[in-house]
């Protein structure tokens, strides 16, 4: 047999295991990965645990509860004025993740061209990738990492299939505004192209902007695979359940590739998110508030350290530069503040294709008050 040549060969250990298992050796605070350190809802446990009593746990139908399917699409009405049919427009997936994954496969084909923004979520290039297709890889510019809109247009051709955006944005916290979904809708007319829209933080924004959702805008809605996940919402990361919601004709596609893929998603989180979605909008709805007091006291708590940052407009992620502090490169400067200073942090570096040379670093402020006062009392000493 020949040696085994991966179709994946530039892909290793993601950067958020690696970060993850150094902060554990190194017994540091790990503000790296980006998961909350305190619990879901204690009634969306109960939830859970009652369902699964109750005796749901087979296969649920392969779209998703019908129950929670139809909670998401009153949610998506009630939030974004979006119509959204439970039996035809709307999937529920073993997290964003495989959302993305399924989106991705459905419509890109071999010899087409997907653009991304860099910084990027690490799990498009490798999807795009394994669909044939290649990925074209557009900078967003510090210190706002907007869109540069010149660029897209020069981007775009024939062979472009899918455009991935992401808002609230990981890593930068940056968010887009109607009129970047106005000129993403202007941009891609003269296109038989799609998009996919990454919104698992849309509960996340802060300073009362508000999320700015492609199904709020029929010209994109018509053409986009819009993508959440509720482990984001509900302190729950390790659940991985999310979902598409996605015209008719996408979502057939769509279903295709989830049908043989995981199939279906884990039955008792979804009866238990269903009910809780109806009896608690309230958790959702003040999300952004709950996570904006994290972001403020972790930005008060930082105001002493040499770290240079502009607050998150969204997501539970802060950027800092930290160029008064050190030289060292992104990648290198992570593994220093972990192994040295322990706390550990994600090089934004890690999000891009041809990383730009800049001395920034993400922090995870999904913790507890404490946890972030004891981290910048670390980095105060640097
Ligand atoms: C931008 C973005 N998209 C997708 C995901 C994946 O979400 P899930 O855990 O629901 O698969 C994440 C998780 O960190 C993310 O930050």
């Known amino acids: 047999?020949?040696?085994?040549?991966?179709?994946?060969?530039?892909?290793?250990?993601?950067?958020?295991?690696?970060?993850?298992?150094?902060?554990?050796?190194?017994?540091a605070i790990n503000l790296s990965q980006g998961f909350p350190d305190f619990q879901p809802p204690q009634a969306l446990l109960d939830l859970v645990t009652e369902h699964m009593r109750r005796g749901h746990n087979q296969y649920p139908p392969m779209a998703g509860v019908e129950a929670l399917r139809e909670q998401i699409s009153a949610?998506?009405?009630?939030?974004?004025?979006?119509?959204?049919?439970?039996?035809?427009?709307?999937?529920?997936?073993?997290?964003?993740?495989?959302?993305?994954?399924?989106?991705?496969?459905?419509?890109?084909r071999?010899?087409?061209?997907?653009?991304?923004?860099?910084?990027?979520?690490?799990?498009?290039?490798?999807?795009?990738?394994?669909?044939?297709?290649?990925?074209?890889?557009?900078?967003?510019?510090?210190?706002?990492?907007?869109?540069?809109?010149?660029?897209?247009?020069s981007a775009l051709n024939e062979r472009t299939r899918l455009v991935i955006i992401n808002t609230p944005h990981n890593p930068t916290g940056s968010i887009l505004m109607r009129e970047d979904l106005d000129r993403l809708a202007s941009a891609l007319t003269p296109y038989d192209c799609y998009v996919l829209s990454d919104?698992?933080?849309?509960?996340?924004?802060?300073?009362?902007?508000g999320h700015t959702s492609v199904l709020a805008h029929p010209d994109l809605a018509e053409r986009s695979f819009a993508v959440f996940s509720f482990g984001k919402t509900y302190h729950a990361t390790g659940w991985k359940v999310g979902y598409c919601v996605a015209p008719e004709a996408l979502t057939a596609e769509f279903r295709r590739v989830h049908q043989f893929n995981t199939f279906t998603t884990v039955t008792p989180l979804q009866f238990a998110l269903a009910d809780y979605?109806?009896?608690?909008?309230?958790?959702?709805?003040?999300?952004?508030?709950?996570?904006?007091?994290?972001?403020?006291?972790?930005?008060?708590a930082m105001h002493d350290t040499r770290f240079v940052m502009e607050p998150s407009r969204g997501t539970y992620f802060q950027l800092a530069e930290y160029s008064e502090i050190s030289e060292l490169p992104e990648e290198e400067f992570a593994?220093?503040?972990?192994?040295?200073?322990?706390?550990?942090?994600?090089?934004?570096?890690?999000?891009?294709?041809v990383p730009p040379d800049t001395r920034i670093v993400r922090f995870c402020f999904a913790k507890e008050l404490e946890t972030l006062e004891e981290a910048a009392q670390r980095l105060r000493a640097l």
């Open 199 to 209: 919104e698992v933080y849309e509960h996340i924004v802060f300073d009362d902007v």
């Open 75 to 108: 949610k998506v009405a009630s939030l974004y004025g979006a119509m959204a049919d439970p039996a035809t427009e709307i999937t529920v997936t073993s997290g964003a993740t495989e959302a993305l994954f399924c989106a991705i496969h459905s419509i890109v």
């Open 277 to 300: 979605l109806e009896l608690c909008p309230e958790h959702h709805l003040g999300l952004s508030d709950f996570y904006q007091d994290k972001r403020d006291y972790f930005l008060e």
């Open 1 to 27: 047999m020949q040696p085994l040549k991966s179709k994946l060969p530039g892909v290793g250990t993601t950067i958020f295991t690696v970060m993850s298992r150094l902060a554990e050796e190194s017994g």
């Open 335 to 353: 593994r220093w503040l972990t192994e040295t200073h322990k706390v550990a942090v994600i090089p934004v570096s890690a999000f891009y294709d």
């Open 110 to 153: 071999a010899g087409e061209e997907v653009i991304v923004f860099d910084p990027a979520y690490d799990s498009y290039e490798p999807a795009v990738t394994l669909a044939g297709a290649a990925t074209i890889h557009i900078p967003l510019e510090p210190p706002s990492f907007g869109i540069d809109w010149d660029r897209l247009d």
